[in-house]
């Protein structure tokens, strides 16, 4: 059964991949993987496990308990209590962007951007990234940024090459800063890392791991990309004023850069810090559009963007961290690590003793 787990997570892993080729969304087989995978967990039985002492200790505090309640009542759970977390991140944050967008107040940032050639455009996206997930986490910079690429790219397949080289920028710019990761806000919480330590030291490999494939990139990217067709709405007719967009814009952005903050000051999950600035945002737009009649505020308040939300995308992380997460609390990754530990080191003693 332990092996067989290896091979079920495998095939479902390959079955995400290939989800163009297959026709099948990435989004159902994480959910039928999680699924399968918890249903093996519980059906091997304590045995498979490579390390029982969590088990029993919650024998011995729980007495009359069996494997199944410890599956069930703890160690599931657990992982669905950490995975929720990021769940109610990323619904928060997705929430923000969608209603700063529905207020079309991403314009002010990409009405500031002309170029359309699309190395010029490659640069200028990927520095915004990169400086935006300093102050900001790499996940909701991501967010944002894919968000202003839909204003800016037209054609799905550049938004998508555009799209991993944002990811590539806003994991680069969150490492060197000690608010723009999950890992370094641990850190720096934890006091392994210093502010000005982990900037100094880390800010150059941080600009080299995004400059080298921005370089490469330059060399064979060629071409202008198309703009999407902005479509001009009467006056009279559009549901917002340029207040209501700078006001919701200011506040979305301010609620995103708050929750690093928040997390920094009250040691709170950043999903709380994220909710609160989704409440602010929900009540002030309730406020802004009140007069308004049914139609006009649907997509302008966040009981409408709710019905926008990528639900899907939520769901695949729900499946593939659950499938993950059963990994985990059987001991595969914990043996994963130890053997890469065991070769990295031993590769280390073997180019040693070649250079000598």
Known sequence: MFILMI????IGYAAIALEHPLKINKTASALLLAV???VLFILSGSDILVNSDALNAFLKENLNSSFTD???HHELLEHLGEISEILFFLLGAMTIVELVDSHEGFNIITDKIKTTKKVKLLWIICFISFFM????????????MIALLRKLIEDQKDRWFFAGMVIIAANSGGAWSPIGDVTTIMLWIGGHVTTVNIIVKTIVPSLFSVLVPLCILSFFMKGQVKRPIKVENDSSTDPTTNIESNIVFFLGVGALLFVPVFKTFTHLPPYLGMLGGLSILWIVTEI???SKNDD???????AGVLRKIDTPSILFFLGILLAVAVLQSIGHLNLLAINLDKYVGNLYVINVIMYL
Not at 296 to 302: A, F, G
């Open 296 to 302: 006009e505020k649907s997509n302008l308040i966040v």
């Open 133 to 144: 997930s300093a102050v900001l986490d790499n996940l909701t910079t991501s967010i944002v």
């Open 70 to 72: 410890w599956v069930t």
């Open 288 to 290: 802004l559009h009140k």
């Open 7 to 10: 091979i079920v997570f495998i």
């Open 36 to 38: 399968i995978m918890w």
